[in-house]
């Protein structure tokens, strides 16, 4: 009795948490290009949103994402599949950059950002790989600043792919937030001090930046 009552009641939370999960369609009439050029297409019988970051900004950790319209998240979930690509004329440190950019606000100033470093994640070199991953916020705090004024503590390794579908899930509680890379339980990433703030809010975005054909689909947001 008591393991059906725990069956039971395991499936209750689990089926709420899918139907408080928005599906996002990511039509053309949703979504809105911030330094970057989009399209709808198909790739490999889904429809895809294609995003590659606009060659005149030449900054990295800039806003450059496909923001999406009509969102107002401060906390809860972010999921989305993301596969990333190098385009043709990519620069040597390209590394296929693709992710997700959160509360951000209505003038683009301000947002909290995670990413990944596909390339990296299979470099015959540990340093590389111990940067696969990577938070920042903009505008203050970008990942070099990071990197050498907090080394190692906002990035992280876990196995990834260029041209292979990446589920990234982000999870977002006041000053939290952690990445959940495909159907690993644990976090590969814990950042325990955004630093826009707890109160901060506001829409997402699907987000690239130098070199990267990026591609998304299947974007679900769950607020709390």
Same mark, same amino acid.
């Given at each position: 009795m008591k393991i059906l009552l725990l069956v039971?009641?395991?499936?209750?939370? *689990? #089926?709420?948490a899918t *139907?408080?999960?928005q599906k996002v369609k990511l039509d053309e009439g949703q979504i809105e290009a911030v330094g970057v050029s989009m399209s709808i297409e198909r790739l490999g019988g889904k429809k895809v949103v294609k995003v590659v970051k606009d060659s005149t900004i030449k900054e990295v950790d800039e806003p450059t994402f496909v923001k999406i319209k009509g969102v107002d998240f401060r906390n809860g979930t972010i %999921?989305?599949?993301? *596969?990333? =690509? *190098? /385009?043709?004329?990519?620069? %040597?440190?390209?590394? #296929?950059?693709? #992710?997700?950019?959160? =509360?951000?606000?209505?003038?683009?100033? =301000?947002?909290e950002s995670i990413y990944i470093r596909p390339t990296n994640a299979r470099a015959d070199d540990q340093v590389r790989r111990n940067h696969s991953i990577q938070y &920042?916020? &903009?505008?203050? !705090?970008?990942?070099?600043r990071l990197r050498k004024e907090s080394p190692e503590r906002y990035?992280? !390794?876990?196995?990834?792919?260029?041209?292979?579908?990446?589920?990234?899930?982000? %999870?977002?509680? #006041?000053? %939290?937030?952690? /990445? !959940?890379?495909n159907t690993n339980q644990q976090p590969s990433l814990i950042v325990k001090d955004l630093k826009l703030g707890a109160s901060a809010s506001g829409t997402m975005g699907l987000w690239v930046d130098i070199g990267t054909e990026g591609y998304f689909t299947d974007l679900k947001i769950r607020k709390k």
């Open positions: 039971t009641v395991s499936c209750w939370v *689990l #089926g709420t *139907l408080n999960a %999921e989305v599949k993301v *596969l990333s =690509r *190098l /385009l043709k004329n990519a620069p %040597e440190f390209a590394r #296929g950059f693709i #992710g997700i950019a959160f =509360r951000i606000n209505d003038s683009n100033t =301000r947002f &920042y916020s &903009y505008p203050d !705090y970008k990942f070099d990035e992280s !390794y876990t196995d990834m792919d260029l041209d292979e579908w990446i589920t990234m899930r982000i %999870e977002v509680k #006041g000053q %939290e937030a952690r /990445l !959940y890379i």
